[in-house]
């Protein structure tokens, strides 16, 4: 049974136990672009504990593009400000150095579309967890969505009012860098499973 689900930025680990139950994955690529989303926004542990990085977009109707050419702004460092908030919240995690090689040149290379940003660096983040999950686009926005189909689009929101019940997904403690400040902070960017487990991300 077909997958369908949007693009998103360093999504949460939800996110990726989509990606293992064995079916194809379609990812839309013509549906509007929405804000307040992770389509352009993480969450990461950081020393003061929940943080937020958000790209900034290009000033205009965004939510009325296709977020196939929703454009990334550049009026500010933005990627050097995330890849620095990255390396200080997972800097002492065991494999950062391990990863960071890989992860750093997303933080170096302009990239003028959203989609293609956030595609470039899942595509990554699936060859660095060993996943072998190709990824489908959509050739036309999907409404009606496919008889068969599981669709997923805007099921996974950081806002926990506007979530979709996913009972199959539960988080799995795991040791983080700040533990010893706050509680275990779950389902965040899967980058914070893969910097503290390495290839043990999966599955959290």
Known sequence: ???????????????????????????????????GTYRNRCHIAAANGLTRLTIPLIKGKNEQQAIR?????????????????????YGNAPFFEFYADALQPFYEKPFPFLFDFNLALLQTLLKLLRMDVPLHLTDAYADPVPSGWTDLRNAIHPKPHLQKPDPDFIP??????????????????????????????VGK
């Not at 680990?13 to 994955?25: A, C, W």
């Not at 009026?75 to 620095?84: G, N, V």
């Not at 400040?181 to 290839?199: E, Q, V």
Request: proline share 9%; glycine share 4%.
């Open 1 to 35: 049974m077909p997958i369908l689900l949007e693009i998103q930025y360093l999504p949460p680990v939800q996110y990726f136990s989509k990606l293992t139950v064995g079916e194809p994955v379609f990812i839309e690529q013509w549906e509007h672009y929405q804000k």
């Open 172 to 201: 799995k403690p795991y040791h983080q860098v700040f533990e010893d400040r706050y509680a275990f902070l779950p389902n965040l960017s899967m980058l914070d499973a893969l910097f503290c487990l390495g290839p043990g991300a």
């Open 69 to 89: 050419e929703v454009r990334i702004a550049y009026y500010e460092p933005w990627q050097r400000q995330h890849w620095q908030s990255i390396r200080s919240a």
